[in-house]
Nanobody, 124 residues
């Protein structure tokens, strides 16, 4: 089991940037695939991006590709999401999630470990 805690959310004007950080409690961190999801009010939880255990492979949803960058630092037990060119439709609670295995899923239901979320609000 791994504990996750997100930070870095906030209020930002459209076109601006934010960097989200997910801190893990360090238990075999490199063995976990990690992902960012988001959930806007009244909507289902949506996949944003994922990264494999070594950080060598990433995958993005079409809605954020080219604007967001996912990365990880296994030595620091941290996962990051750099968000640039933010749009009002990016407004949501952002969650990090962990999967213990070789696969790197994109479905929320495949991830057993979740943080509590951090709010991102983009205003125009």
């Amino acid at each position: 089991q791994v504990g996750l805690e997100e930070s870095g959310g906030g209020l930002v004007q459209a076109g601006g940037s934010l960097r989200l950080v997910c801190a893990a409690d360090g238990r075999a961190f490199g063995g976990y695939a990690l992902a960012w999801f988001r959930q806007a009010p009244g909507k289902d939880r949506e996949f944003v991006a994922n990264v494999n255990g070594r950080g060598s492979s990433t995958y993005y949803s079409d809605s954020v590709k080219g604007r967001f960058t996912i990365s990880r630092d296994n030595a620091k037990y941290k996962l990051y999401l750099q968000m640039n060119s933010l749009k009002p439709e990016d407004t949501a609670v952002y969650y990090c999630a962990a999967f213990n295995g070789i696969d790197v899923p994109i479905r929320a239901s495949d991830y057993p470990f979740w943080g509590q979320g951090t709010q991102v609000t983009v205003f125009s």
